[in-house]
């Protein structure tokens, strides 16, 4: 079953071994951003279009950012994109991005995904974020 045929909340948390909670769960940390990024991710805001099409706005700001994060631990995580993730016949599909942890066999093969980023389809919001 692809990632589109859920279509709420209730029906992932019914298919799978997870517990919602409605709390923030992302803690601030503090990065050193490096003078290259801003300046890049500045020109592209600037001086291009980066909302004219989904591939321009994945390769631009949303790739800048992942990637610019993920430069501190990618000797502990890889950063793949568009690569199909086909856990079972239950949760299969191609997300835009994913971070996982580094697997002993080398870049190419990741371990346990740590983030997904998954694109919204026709305008359905609260489905994409299921």
Not at 31 to 36: K, L, Q
Not at 52 to 75: A, D, G, R
Not at 83 to 107: F, M, T, V, W
Request: hydrophobic share 35%.
């Amino acid at each position: 079953m692809t990632f589109s045929n859920y279509k709420t909340t209730s029906e992932v948390l019914k298919a799978f071994p997870v517990i919602y909670r409605g709390a923030n769960s992302i803690s601030e940390i503090t990065c050193t951003i490096s003078e290259y990024f801003h300046e890049d991710l500045e020109l592209m805001i600037r001086d291009t279009v980066v909302d004219n099409s989904e591939f321009v706005i994945y390769e631009n700001p949303i790739y800048c950012v992942l990637k610019e994060f993920w430069k501190t631990y990618c000797q502990h995580f890889i950063l793949s994109s568009r690569e199909s993730l086909n856990h079972d016949e239950k949760l299969l599909g191609c997300p835009e991005y994913i971070q996982a942890e580094r697997y002993s066999l080398g870049k190419v093969v990741f371990d346990k995904p740590y983030f997904i980023l998954l694109e919204a389809e026709q305008d359905h919001f609260e489905v994409s974020w299921v």
